[in-house]
């Protein structure tokens, strides 16, 4: 299985401030990759697929970036509806679809 | 805009099975394939497994082989997930999503408890 892993476990930020999540695979998954949202006691959120293009309806301060084995997700400034852990996921490989274990971004 | 309603929350034995329910509203299941993933308290999300009902193809992740069974009833458009021999490892939440790959619309999620 391709192992996805994030980094960091945690992050606290202040409001406004700009965010980036890493996300590396073990192995290349191409730009298969997307990103989720999840708030507390909420199912995921898709932010982002093809590691970089944006799922309806969310904002623009949501980016993607990266390719092979190594992807970022930033936050270009932190709203208070932001606060969540992310999770990223490969596609590219079968089988499982696999998750990384999540970056949560706490309020500092 | 395609809504996914879940089941109720589950208490079971061990040893027991368990088999949750994910209806569409807003789109029938035979036009859109749809994954189970699962969350243990305060864990990440584990991916189980998919079914693609226009095709009929079905694939599990290989740690759910054996024990889990996902399938669809067209005609209700609802999905379904079976997980059968249940131990106290299997206490989650379980969601289904629609998607093959990009999961873009998710059910609420579904507790199931395992106590004796």
């Known amino acids: 299985d391709i192992v996805m892993t994030q980094s960091p476990a945690t992050l606290s930020v202040s409001p406004g401030e700009r965010v980036t999540l890493s996300c590396r695979a073990s192995q290349s998954v191409s730009s298969n990759l997307a990103w989720y949202q999840q708030k507390p006691g909420q199912a995921p959120r898709l932010l982002i697929h093809?590691?970089?293009t944006r799922a309806t309806g969310i904002p623009a301060r949501f980016n993607g970036s990266g390719s092979g084995t190594e992807f970022t997700l930033t936050i270009s400034s932190l709203q208070s509806e932001d606060f969540a852990v992310y999770y990223c996921?490969?596609?590219?490989?079968?089988?499982?679809?696999?998750f990384g274990q999540g970056t949560k971004v706490e309020i500092k | 805009q395609v809504q996914l309603v879940q089941s109720g929350p589950e208490v079971k034995k061990p040893g027991s099975s368990v088999k949750v329910s994910c209806k569409a509203s807003?789109?029938?299941?035979?036009?859109?394939?749809i994954t189970w993933v699962r969350q243990a308290p305060g864990q990440g999300l584990e991916w189980m497994g998919r079914l693609v009902p226009k095709f009929g193809i079905v694939n599990y992740a290989q740690s759910f082989q054996g024990r889990v069974t996902i399938s669809a009833d067209k005609s209700t458009s609802t999905g379904y997930m079976e997980l059968t021999n249940l131990r106290s490892e299997d206490m989650a939440v379980y969601y289904c999503?629609?998607?093959?790959?990009?999961?873009?619309?998710w059910g609420q999620g579904t507790l199931v408890i395992v106590s004796s």
């Open positions: 996921q490969q596609y590219n490989n079968w089988p499982p679809r696999t």
């Open positions: 093809g590691a970089s």
């Open positions: 999503a629609r998607g093959v790959d990009i999961l873009d619309s």
């Open positions: 807003g789109g029938t299941f035979s036009s859109f394939p």
